[in-house]
Each structure stands twice: as structure tokens, then as C-alpha cells.
């Protein structure tokens, strides 16, 4: 791959951590809101943890119950990237500096009647699912039309 400097770059693959204190939590309401699903382990292995373990990750670097359940989540047609929710002691304290927005309205051609009614219903998913409202932002008179909620652990995202 070359970039616009004219530099090459190795092919790579993106993956988004995002640190958490309930993985378990974070991987069914993100696995829910993105239509992703769970990363299985690796072949050969019956959880992550036992894979670690067979990759040489030593044991006290584990927290207790890591890799025991899905830790990450994967576009299943292999588009999107590896989503990984990495447990952390300390709790989110402060707005996140990065968010997700959902689009599902279908963009400014789409007229914005409907795009608020597409925007609604997964709003309504997502809340049914574990996310709370922050915010409307209707604004007729611009074509705008978004809700800003908040995941199970408050990180701030759009749906669009």
C-alpha cells in the first residue's frame, strides 16, 4: 500500500481497543449495535485464555477471567474492524475522545422524515439493548437530524 506521501506501508489490518470494566457487557451491546459477532479463539482452542496460554502469555499478566469469554468482536463480512474491549481497573471519568457514528439514516439524499424514522428505530434497538439517550439534535432547518446516547459504560456515540 502507498500512501499519499509516496511512502509504502505494509498491508495491515485496523482494530479499535477500547478500554472497559465488563467486557461481557461491551461485547453484547457493541456486537448488537455494529451487527458484529463474537470472535471465536482460534482454532484449536477452547477460549482465548487458553490460547494465550499456548502462546506463552504468562499467567500473571491475565487478569482474573481474561479470554475465559469473547474479549473482542468481528465484522463477519470481514469489512469492518476487530473491535477489542480490554478490561481496565479504573472507570471512564471524563468524554471519550473518540465515538462511533451509526449511519443508518442514509445520508442528506434521503429525506429527512425518513431518515428520522430509520435514526428512531435503532435508537430504539440500541436503548432496548442497553444504551441511554444523551441527546436529540433535530434541526429542520439545516436537514440534520442525529441522537447522541451513551453505551452501557457512558462512552458517548451518534446514531446518524
Known amino acids: 500500500m502507498e500512501t499519499t506521501?509516496?511512502?509504502?506501508?505494509?498491508?495491515?489490518?485496523?482494530?479499535?481497543?477500547?478500554?472497559?470494566?465488563?467486557?461481557?457487557?461491551?461485547?453484547?451491546?457493541?456486537?448488537?449495535?455494529?451487527?458484529?459477532v463474537p470472535e471465536p479463539p482460534p482454532a484449536g482452542h477452547a477460549t482465548w485464555r487458553a490460547y494465550w496460554a499456548a502462546t506463552g502469555v504468562p499467567e500473571e499478566e491475565l487478569p482474573p477471567g481474561a479470554g475465559d469469554i469473547p474479549e473482542s468482536i468481528v465484522d463477519p463480512s470481514g469489512r469492518g474492524p476487530r473491535v477489542w474491549f480490554q478490561q481496565v481497573?479504573?472507570?471512564?471519568?471524563?468524554?471519550?475522545?473518540?465515538?462511533?457514528?451509526?449511519?443508518?439514516?442514509?445520508g442528506r439524499d434521503v429525506p429527512l422524515d425518513v431518515r428520522a424514522r430509520r435514526v428512531g428505530s435503532t435508537v430504539e434497538r440500541l436503548v432496548a439493548a442497553?444504551?441511554?439517550?444523551?441527546?436529540v439534535n433535530d434541526e429542520?432547518?439545516?436537514g440534520f437530524y442525529a441522537v447522541a446516547l451513551r453505551d452501557p459504560e457512558g462512552n458517548e456515540f451518534d446514531v446518524v
Request: glycine share 8%; charged share 25%.
Open 5 to 36: 506521501t509516496g511512502a509504502t506501508v505494509p498491508d495491515m489490518t485496523v482494530q479499535l481497543t477500547i478500554d472497559c470494566s465488563d467486557p461481557r457487557r461491551m461485547v453484547a451491546f457493541w456486537a448488537e449495535a455494529l451487527g458484529y
Open 89 to 106: 481497573p479504573e472507570p471512564k471519568v471524563a468524554k471519550n475522545r473518540w465515538h462511533f457514528d451509526l449511519r443508518v439514516g442514509g
Open 130 to 135: 442497553g444504551a441511554s439517550v444523551l441527546r
Open 140 to 142: 429542520p432547518d439545516t
